[in-house]
Antibody, heavy 121, light 107 residues
Framework: QAQLVQSGAEVKKPGASVKVSCKTS????????MHWVRQAPGQRLEWMGW????????EYSQKFQGRVTITSDTSATTAYMELSSLRSEDTAVYYC??????????????WGQGTLVTVSS | DIQMTQSPSSLSASIGDRVTITCRTS??????LNWYLQKPGEAPKLLIY???SLQSGVPSRFSGGGSGTDFTLTIRRLQPEDFATYYC?????????FGQGTKVEIK
């Protein structure tokens, strides 16, 4: 059974950066890509980007391009999402989600518990 | 970006009811459509992938259908644990996008 455990809640000031971790267990880390999805209060889920944990290739949503960096540490079986130049609109719960695919159809089969990031002066 | 519109945004139903939620996309996505359930304070949980394939462990009262731009999630015989918010999600093009959610409440 795969498990994804995220780091704890963060409070940041506008302009700062935040780095959220997603520690995995129960499966071969490099066999599955990892996505990051966020959810602002009362809003829909929003895909931020993903990383191929086998070769570290990444793809980001244009909305976050230049501000988000997704990385992974194979030895630690952990994925990371760093978001910079934070503003109040970035206040949200951030989730990591494991990629699964059938043919070319991708979906998120396991999710972390979520990390609340609050941006406030 | 592909826009996702769910209807209704909320509904009230009773235990044992049959419920259908619709998801419409702004362009054709073939069958690249997934459904998730989310309860307050919890992470989303995968219900259905590739339009109609039931995720392992998900009760058979859940079913999905559609193709192109119009999709449905049906819950037969609604159970107490089914009261939650449901999201559709497309993986045809990045950025992958979600519907705004349908909240299913107890009548």
């Amino acid at each position: 059974q795969a498990q994804l455990v995220q780091s704890g809640a963060e409070v940041k000031k506008p302009g700062a950066s935040v780095k959220v971790s997603c520690k995995t267990s129960g499966y071969t880390f490099t066999s599955y890509a990892m996505h990051w999805v966020r959810q602002a209060p009362g809003q829909r889920l929003e895909w931020m980007g993903w990383i191929n944990t086998g070769n570290d290739n990444t793809e980001y949503s244009q909305k976050f391009q230049g501000r988000v960096t997704i990385t992974s540490d194979t030895s630690a079986t952990t994925a990371y999402m760093e978001l910079s130049s934070l503003r109040s609109e970035d206040t949200a719960v951030y989730y990591c989600a494991r990629d699964r695919s059938v043919a070319t159809i991708h979906y998120f089969d396991y999710w972390g518990q979520g990390t609340l990031v609050t941006v406030s002066s | 970006d592909i826009q996702m519109t769910q209807s209704p945004s909320s509904l009230s139903a009773s235990i044992g009811d049959r419920v259908t939620i619709t998801c419409r996309t702004s362009q054709s996505i073939s069958n690249y459509l997934n459904w998730y359930l989310q309860k307050p304070g919890e992470a989303p949980k995968l219900l259905i992938y590739a339009t109609s394939s039931l995720q392992s462990g998900v009760p058979s009262r859940f079913s999905g259908g559609g193709s192109g731009t119009d999709f449905t999630l049906t819950i037969r015989r609604l159970q107490p644990e089914d009261f939650a918010t449901y999201y559709c999600q497309q993986s045809h093009n990045t950025p992958w996008t979600f519907g705004q959610g349908t909240k299913v409440e107890i009548k």
